[in-house]
T-cell receptor
Framework: KAGVTQTPRYLIKTRGQQVTLSCSPI?????VSWYQQTPGQGLQFLFE???????NKGNFPGRFSGRQFSNSRSEMNVSTLELGDSALYLCASSSTVAGGNTGELFFGEGSRLTVL | LAKTTQPISMDSYEGQEVNITCSHN???????ITWYQQFPSQGPRFIIQGYKTKVTNEVASLFIPADRKSSTLSLPRVSLSDTAVYYCLVVNSGAGSYQLTFGKGTKLSVIP
């Protein structure tokens, strides 16, 4: 069974640009969540999608957005990039049904974004 | 919302048992505790999950006291390949929604 796939693995952008990251979940998983990982802040929850609907959102500005398609694949977008957005962006899929999450997440290898 | 605290780093010799404790003082009744392992340039990998008392699987044990304000991940007889960062995660769920709170991670270094 294929794992969670994230593309691209590495990318470099300049301030003010925007970026779109993609995540393909494990087959059959309908939940995709996104996380930002930095040395200073650790793993921080961005948002989660289930059946194309955003189910939950962390404490990030509106520049961070996402969506989920009917095949459960998800994208996240960061507009007007800032230097502080440099991070590893991880997505995770799970088989949870709406209304609960016991924390068993399957992570991809991440997309490392560098903002210059 | 549960806040988690765990040691920044730990060292251990090969073959020893390692215990990593995570504090989550304001854990709620419905919250689950999950531990993840992360190697450099990889995403975190699920290790074990529990609600209360003790849970054991083929790689680790998780001890949760009655008050559930902390949890301890126990790795038996560690090897060099266990060198990684370990995160505890508390999932606060209720009313059809939830919050995920990761600890800052504990960097375990296994020494030959």
């Amino acid at each position: 069974k294929a794992g969670v796939t994230q593309t691209p693995r590495y990318l470099i952008k300049t301030r003010g640009q925007q970026v779109t990251l993609s995540c393909s979940p494990i087959s059959g998983h309908r939940s995709v969540s996104w996380y930002q990982q930095t040395p200073g802040q650790g793993l921080q929850f961005l948002f989660e999608y289930f059946s194309e609907t955003q189910r939950n959102k962390g404490n990030f500005p509106g520049r961070f957005s996402g969506r989920q398609f009917s095949n459960s694949r998800s994208e996240m977008n960061v507009s007007t990039l800032e230097l502080g957005d440099s991070a590893l962006y991880l997505c995770a899929s799970s088989s949870t049904v709406a209304g609960g999450n016991t924390g068993e997440l399957f992570f991809g290898e991440g997309s490392r974004l560098t903002v210059l | 919302l549960a806040k988690t605290t765990q040691p920044i780093s730990m060292d251990s010799y090969e073959g020893q048992e390692v215990n990593i404790t995570c504090s989550h003082n304001n854990i709620a009744t419905n919250d689950y505790i999950t531990w993840y392992q992360q190697f450099p340039s990889q995403g975190p990998r699920f290790i074990i999950q529990g609600y209360k008392t003790k849970v054991t699987n083929e790689v680790a044990s998780l001890f949760i006291p009655a008050d559930r304000k902390s949890s301890t991940l126990s790795l038996p007889r560690v090897s060099l390949s266990d060198t990684a960062v370990y995160y505890c995660l508390v999932v606060n769920s209720g009313a059809g929604s939830y919050q995920l709170t990761f600890g800052k991670g504990t960097k375990l270094s296994v020494i030959p």
